[in-house]
């Protein structure tokens, strides 16, 4: 699959999502979108966050906080960041899934 594709594909699976997140239990951010396998927020100019560090996200889903564990991937300065989720359990997977599929 050549690039292009794999971009297309990532875009495709990627459902907006503007909600406020909390990163490490006190820095709020905005959500652009997520999928099953992380997101992406919305920074602004005051990153001070670094590629490869794990971090606690809290989500709202539905009623409810999720919080989670997700490795920072990229940072695109003044813009956002793309956060991956890691070690998630099967209840964590479950309700993410069903997040989603109910969007």
């Known amino acids: 699959m050549d690039r292009r594709n794999k971009k297309d594909q990532r875009r495709h699976r990627r459902i907006p999502f503007k909600e406020d997140i909390l990163i490490d239990g006190s820095i709020k951010v905005n959500g652009i979108d997520i999928s099953d396998g992380g997101l992406y927020v919305y ?3 005051d990153c001070s966050f670094t590629p490869g560090s794990v971090v606690d996200v809290t989500i ?9 564990k997700a490795k920072i991937k990229h940072i695109q300065e003044g813009i956002g960041m ?4 890691i070690n998630l359990d099967d209840v964590q997977k479950g309700i993410i899934k069903e997040f989603i599929k109910g969007m």
Do not use: A
């Not at 709202?60 to 989670?68: E, G, I, R, S």
């Open 82 to 85: 793309g956060l991956m989720f």
């Open 60 to 68: 709202p889903v539905k009623d409810q906080t999720l919080t989670v």
């Open 43 to 45: 920074t602004g100019t």
